[in-house]
Antibody, heavy 117, light 106 residues
């Protein structure tokens, strides 16, 4: 059974860098696209991007200039970094495994990140 | 970006009702359409992919149809656990945009 677990600071100062980790168990981190999605308080889902180890990542143009996605295979962890955050980046952040058909089959439980001073 | 528009934004229904949710894409996405269900406080759950393929383990009362720009998700006989918010997502081109959601409530 695949399990994903997001973790990271729940509070980030404006203009700082948001950093989240997604720990993967039950699946090889090397053989799938891993997606990041966020959900604001208003409820809407926003696709952030996807990452495949050794392949160029794909990302939302609205975030691309501030976004870094990477992975640590030894720890089976994915990493998301968004720099220069504002209150608009306050959201629940999810990582998800992408399967054939570009479907997000497995999701983490989500991590709430609040941007505030 | 491809805009995904869901309607209605909310629907009131009762157990046993047939409920249909529509998702329209601003341009053709072929069959690159996925449906998710989200219960309060939980992560989205995959229901339907490739517009009409039922995800393993999902009850057959969930039915997806459509191609091109117009898609529907039908719940043929609403069950208590189906009261939730439903989202469509296109995966035809980047960014993979979501619809605004449809809340199914009592």
């Amino acid at each position: 059974q695949v399990q994903l677990q997001e973790s990271g600071p729940g509070l980030v100062q404006p203009s700082e860098t948001l950093s989240l980790t997604c720990t993967v168990s039950g699946a090889s981190i090397n053989t799938y696209y891993w997606n990041w999605i966020r959900q604001s308080a208003g409820g809407g889902l926003e696709w952030i991007g996807r990452f495949y180890i050794g392949v160029n990542s794909d990302s939302n143009p609205s975030l691309r200039s501030r976004l870094t996605m990477s992975a640590d295979t030894s720890k089976k962890q994915l990493s998301l970094k968004i720099k220069s955050v504002t209150a608009a980046d306050t959201a629940i952040y999810y990582c998800a495994r992408e399967m054939a058909g570009r479907r997000l089959e497995d999701w983490g439980q989500g991590a709430l990140v609040t941007v505030s001073s | 970006d491809i805009q995904m528009t869901q309607s209605p934004s909310s629907v009131s229904a009762s157990v046993g009702d047939r409920v249909t949710i529509t998702c329209r894409a601003s341009q053709s996405i072929s069959s690159w359409l996925v449906w998710y269900q989200q219960r309060p406080g939980k992560a989205p759950k995959l229901l339907i992919y490739a517009a009409a393929s039922l995800q393993s383990g999902v009850p057959s009362r969930f039915r997806g149809r459509g191609s091109g720009t117009e898609f529907t998700l039908t719940i043929t006989s609403l069950q208590p656990e189906d009261f939730a918010t439903y989202y469509c997502q296109q995966s035809s081109s980047f960014p993979h945009t979501f619809g605004g959601g449809t809340r199914v409530e009592v």
